[in-house]
């Protein structure tokens, strides 16, 4: 015969491990990129016409994921060392006609994407070019250009948590993707004049954006459940021996999660019991977030009423406690083995019915006796 079930009873909570954020940290190590990206605006005979290519890309970058096997992940931060630099050049023409200028600027913000993480550098960074002039005059067809013109570079450092609900994106022996963008990324190409025929002018205005992206990933280790407090032990037996019918039979053990400053909780989940799960009470209760170092006592219970010789076994499902990734959280079970031996009371030994015959008797003649020494 066998017993499955879930153990229902929430015992109090025994020990509160007091996890504000994990002590240990592993990272995924630093991962460079660098990329560029330009936009153009182009006008002809018109004093100012501005361009975009808002959003553009500028890199991609694949951060190695946490291995479920180093331990249970309670945060993710993106550490971001970079900077950016700003290039501008221009270009004007024109064919005939009074002299003019062509200029231009450009402007930008960035930012840092990834699963359940984000910065942005809203921030808008700018850069007026330089300029060159179209002479007076009947000149014919004749052009001039500026730049290039390079700004100072831009510290772009940022760190950014992930979100806990997407701690599980990072778990794996794969990547996870983080983006680095610019939601913004404009120019604007000037004439002083448009007076005359045919001219025109262009601005290019690129951002370059360099660094290194890494995850520092920070965890518990692993529950370590076990029956004894200084090691581990998997499996536990205890034996009532011979006990006499409808007595008491009561035998202590606990259940401990060994010591580590860095460990996370143990929870106590649910039992399956197989054998003659009838005649024991564990005594059993879930618990949750047992602290490391912590310990629960139990009684177990064997049941008398009835004689003969019993045996159960119970497996004890264990696991982390309910804290960060859930992918992360290992599993566990310990066998606990019963058995008894309840042995029915001697029943009292019968009197013959000769003896109280030969009873009476005696007590007749003694009180004849009795009376003749009377007399």
């Known amino acids: 015969m066998s017993i499955n079930f879930q153990l229902t009873a929430v015992a109090a909570l025994l ?33 100012s016409v501005g361009n975009n290519n808002n959003g553009a890309s500028v890199a991609n970058v694949a951060l190695s994921q946490f291995n479920a096997a180093t331990g249970v992940l309670m945060g993710v931060d993106l550490q971001l060392a970079s900077s950016r630099q700003q290039i501008i050049d221009g270009y004007g023409y024109k064919n005939n006609g009074p002299g003019r200028d062509a200029s231009g600027s450009g402007s930008s913000t960035a930012a840092m994407a990834a699963i359940g993480a984000a910065a942005d550098f809203s921030t808008v960074i700018s850069m007026a070019g330089g300029s060159c002039a179209l002479g007076h005059g009947p000149t014919g067809f004749t052009d001039c250009s500026w730049g290039p013109n390079s700004s100072s570079t831009v510290a772009t450092n940022a760190t950014a948590s992930v979100d806990n609900s997407n701690l599980n994106d990072y778990v794996g022996s794969s990547t996870v993707d983080a983006s680095l963008s610019l939601p913004s990324l404009e120019a604007t190409t000037t004439l002083s004049r448009t007076q005359g025929q045919s001219s025109g002018s262009t601005t290019n205005y690129t951002v370059e954006w360099a660094g290194d992206l890494q995850a520092d990933y920070s965890y518990l280790l692993h529950a370590l459940a076990s029956f004894d407090g200084s090691s581990v032990s998997n ?34 989940d649910g039992v399956i019991g197989s054998g003659d799960t009838g005649a024991f009470d564990t ?48 599993n566990y079970q310990l066998t606990l083995n019963l058995t008894g031996n309840v042995v029915a009371a001697a029943a009292p030994v019968p009197v013959p019915g000769a003896i109280w015959l030969f009873g009476s008797a005696l007590l007749g003649l003694l009180g004849v006796n009795r009376r003749k020494h009377l007399v």
């Open 15 to 47: 020990a509160v491990s007091g996890v504000s954020q994990a002590a240990l940290s592993i990272s995924s190590g630093p991962v460079s990129f660098n990329g560029s990206v330009a936009v153009s605006a182009s006008g002809i005979s018109q004093a």
């Open 235 to 268: 499996v536990l037996t205890l034996d009532f021996g011979a006990v006499t019918q409808n007595s008491a039979a009561a035998l202590n053990f606990g259940l401990f999660n060994l010591a580590n400053a860095d460990r996370i909780g143990l929870d106590l």
């Open 283 to 330: 005594g059993l209760i879930a618990f949750a977030d047992l602290a490391q170092s912590g310990s629960q006592s139990f009684i177990a219970n064997l049941l008398t009423a009835n004689a003969g010789v019993f045996s159960a076994q119970y497996l004890l499902n264990l696991s982390d406690a309910d804290l960060g990734a859930s992918s992360t959280r290992g």
